[in-house]
Each structure stands twice: as C-alpha cells, then as structure tokens.
C-alpha cells in the first residue's frame, strides 16, 4: 500500500466545491480544508504508482483546481 498527501490549489471560494469532488474518489480517505500557502490537503492510498499517476490526473481534472504537488510517505 502507498500513502500520499496531496496539495491543492484551487479558485478562491472554491474549496468547499472542489472538497465534496475528491470525495468521491475511493482511493482519497481524508480531505482537509486548511489556511496557508495551499487550500485542500488529501490523504490517500494506493496500490502502487500507477494508481497514484491516475489518481492525481484524475484530482488534477475536477474544476476549479489550479495545481498540485504529491508528497509520497515514506514511513
């Protein structure tokens, strides 16, 4: 299983939105709205890096995101 965190930057206002969209993907199993350089932090798992490519093109796709960074856990 790999874990990641992933950063989000989205429109202003559109956190909320873009929260209740990363829901629905089953392998995202937290998402955090919070205050600071970037607006929505999502906990998930994976199988392996192929689903983590989908996964985050898939993030990457919802509107009203502006950009991503991944952060693989390591331990």
Known sequence: ??????????????????????????AVKAVHIVYGVYDIIVEMEVE??????STVSKIRSIPR?????????TR
Not at 1 to 24: Q, Y
């Open 48 to 53: 392996g890096y192929e689903e983590l490519r």
């Open 1 to 26: 299983m790999l874990k990641a965190l992933i950063l989000i930057n989205t429109d202003s206002g559109a956190e909320s939105e873009v929260s209740e969209k990363l829901l629905e993907i089953p």
């Open 65 to 73: 995101v502006r950009s991503t960074t991944t952060l693989i856990v």
